[in-house]
């Protein structure tokens, strides 16, 4: 199928130049239609619109933001027809070239180290980093020796355990053990048996965690910052955001800051056991760490978690 030149000037080259891999997609697409053929393209660097499809979700899926993927596809509306291809802007699909990676928005050396089955002491030693602060578009050296699965401790869990409280005394985190021991749970069982990775002494910071929060009626991206104490900022770069609209049933993460607490702010209907289990520690011990002697709470009252 012929659609035009690209030195004819009665052409729109710049539309053949841009929407090539469309123009050639859509005639596969034809193709396939016409003969009854399956057809269900999602790879390379073009997408076919499904139904229930958004560019939020789109974007969601292959790691990108919405501005891009629009400006990519020269739209100018959040409009979609299915069956429309779309191109994909597909960085960080495949981040590796050699044994580097490339650091992204949003990344973090745990979440590098857990993409690629090591730990964050490996990935410091091979970079010869000091602290766990990554600059955007900073190479990493991708060391190719995996966690080594000998070096953990077995840990019996006791009445009263939590992963945060077991994570905190072996001087790790709550995910790093979920991992370890291939768990999709945070639900711990009496008696069971969890393998601890030990870490160096040295590696005293704490990488970026975060909480998985889905957006409310009311919510806004001020109103969610002062309830977690983190900045509107910080949360926009954190999830790859370009403003400040936010959709009910949208997913986003909350950092935690890197120390061993954040402040928390109670909101109408919290409870102490409401705060426990989103931040997965016990009753008990967001009383200890704030001196409280009762179980009652106030409006707009400071917690340290």
């Known amino acids: ?30 193709l396939a239609e016409y003969t009854n053929t399956p057809y269900d393209q999602v790879s390379g660097n073009t997408y076919v619109v499904k139904s229930g499809d958004t560019l939020w979700s789109i974007a969601k899926k292959y790691n990108i933001t919405v501005n891009e993927l629009k400006t990519l596809n020269d739209l100018t509306s959040n409009t979609l027809r299915i069956g429309q291809i779309l191109r994909i802007n597909d960085q960080g699909t495949e981040p590796i070239i050699g044994n580097t990676y490339t650091v992204k928005k949003g990344d973090s050396l745990y ?5 690629y089955n090591i730990t964050v002491d490996q990935l410091k030693k091979a970079n010869n980093l000091t602290s766990n602060t990554l600059q955007i578009n900073q190479i990493l050296n991708i060391p190719t020796e995996p966690v080594n699965k000998e070096d953990y401790v077995t840990y019996i869990v006791k009445k009263g355990d939590t992963l945060y409280s077991i994570a905190n005394s072996y001087n790790t985190t709550p995910n790093e053990i979920l991992t370890f021991n291939n768990l999709s749970s945070t639900t711990l069982q009496i008696n069971q048996a969890l393998k601890i990775p030990i870490k160096d002494i040295e590696q005293e910071e704490q990488t970026t965690e975060f909480i998985n929060y889905t957006i409310k009626k009311g919510d806004s991206l001020y109103s969610i910052s002062k309830t977690y104490g983190v900045s509107v900022q910080e949360i926009m770069e954190f999830n790859n955001l370009t403003s400040n609209l936010l959709s009910i049933g949208q997913n986003i993460k909350i950092p935690i800051a890197e120390t061993n607490s954040i402040t928390y702010i109670v909101k109408s209907g919290d409870t102490l056991y409401s705060i426990a289990r989103v931040y997965n520690v016990s009753v008990d011990e967001i009383k200890r760490k704030n001196n409280l002697t009762t179980n009652t709470l106030k409006i707009g009252q400071k917690l340290i978690i």
Do not use: P, Q
């Open 1 to 30: 199928m012929e659609y035009g030149f690209l030195d004819s000037t009665g052409d729109d080259v710049s539309k053949l130049k841009n929407n090539w891999r469309n123009l050639a997609e859509a005639v596969v697409k034809g």
């Open 111 to 115: 979440s590098i180290a857990r993409k």
